[in-house]
């Protein structure tokens, strides 16, 4: 699976690459005006989950003696990965592996890698991709709210 993914992702990188100034800009302007499409929905889904363990795990950090602003510092520039490994591991002494299966993590490494080609040349997926990725996105975001003792009903 990890070579599928990262061959697909070279792929898209290369056609985007090799597009012109005019095409990148047609692409850009789809993606701006439809906001609910699945590449849209993937770069929020993945930020969602990173800003999410981010707050998670600098408010089970912080104490009396060191404030959430002091730990934010700390984690500012963590990806998704790493937080959500950090909390999990503070909180409950266990893995994502573990919590979340081994497929749904490796689906989820591959969402953060999509997201941050669609940040960053703002393309498009293929629609075979996209649905398993977000809804690994879904599955982390659930398990963070769980751990964490928070509603899980509109997740």
């Known amino acids: 699976m990890t070579q599928e ?4 992702r070279s ?3 290369q056609i985007y690459v090799n597009s012109t100034p005019r095409q990148r800009l047609h692409v850009a302007l789809q993606r701006i005006g439809n906001a609910d499409h699945d590449p849209n929905l993937l770069v929020t889904r993945v930020s ?3 800003a999410f363990a981010r707050s998670l795990l600098v408010h089970h950090l912080a104490t009396a003696d060191a404030d959430a602003l002091s730990f934010y510092g700390l984690f500012r520039h963590s990806g998704a990965p790493s937080l959500v490994e950090a909390y ?5 002494a266990s893995t994502p592996e573990a919590l ?3 497929d749904t993590w490796e689906l989820f490494g591959h969402a953060v890698h999509y997201r941050n080609l669609l940040v960053h040349e703002c393309t498009y997926l ?3 991709k996209t649905p398993a990725l977000i809804e690994a996105c879904r599955i982390v975001l659930r398990k963070l709210a769980e751990v964490a003792g928070l509603p899980t009903g509109e997740i």
């Open 126 to 128: 293929g629609q075979d």
């Open 11 to 13: 792929e898209l990188r």
């Open 88 to 92: 999990l591991q503070a909180k409950c």
């Open 48 to 50: 969602a989950v990173e």
């Open 5 to 8: 993914f990262e061959q697909h």
């Open 100 to 102: 979340l299966g081994a």
